[in-house]
């Protein structure tokens, strides 16, 4: 399954946005006041904020098995 748009909704845009953008380092195509949107591969996942809600999801980004050891040392520095 390719899904090419996600949309979730969260509480605390600041805190996602500091993690997608800043501390892993996803490309930032869209930002508002109460949203942002980051490219991951060929998809766009899109973060929609929202006081009144507390969601949980879980989600992974695929890597290509013949490269997981270059996405760990790339990880190690980010969330040591």
Excluded: R
């Excluded at 605390?12 to 869209?30: A, E, R, T, W």
């Excluded at 989600?59 to 760990?72: L, S, Y």
């Amino acid at each position: 399954m390719n899904i090419s748009e996600l949309q979730l909704q969260c509480n605390d845009i600041k805190s996602l946005n500091d993690f997608y953008y800043d501390v892993i380092g996803l490309v930032l195509n869209i930002e508002s006041d109460n949203s942002f949107t980051v490219n991951v591969g060929k998809s766009n996942l899109t973060f929609t904020e929202d006081k009144n809600t507390n969601p949980y999801y879980h989600f992974a980004i695929n890597i290509p098995q013949n490269q997981i050891n270059e996405a760990i040392e790339w990880l190690k520095p980010k969330v040591n």
